[in-house]
């Protein structure tokens, strides 16, 4: 591979025969000059930047699991768990700034592995599916006390 990358040069009729035939568009020619550049890579740099992804995709994951073991206690009181509910939904009191919510669960983690794509998205899953069943739950017990009156 080092002898590959090192003797790239001698691959510049394969970098001019792909740009000239086909239109490309921006990602194409990006991954084209990256795979085709003449100086050296920086590996390093990108083995570094991968585990800062993994690390960051540990923590999202394990902060996950933690809310969904607090959600499946069922001795909460309904303001808990609406203040917990807020809480992953990084509502706040009005004044406080604490930066952007958080709208996908695969933000800045795009490099991880498979697995861990796939286990992020199923554990954000179950959260999802916990949130829309309390919301469930209290428009029913809303629609059962309007019954009433």
Known sequence: LLSTVAGVHKYKWLKQSVQGLYPQSALLNTIVEFALKEEPVDV?????????????????????????????KTFLLPSVQY????GWQRLIPEGANIGEPLTDCLKDVDLIPPFNRMLLEVTFGKLYAWAIQNVRNI?????AKFKEL
């Open 44 to 72: 390093e740099k990108m083995r570094k930047c991968l585990l800062k992804q993994l690390e960051r995709a540990e923590v999202r994951l394990e902060g996950i699991d933690t809310i969904l073991k607090l959600a499946a």
């Open 83 to 86: 203040a917990m509910f807020c």
């Open 139 to 143: 428009l029913l017990d809303a629609n």
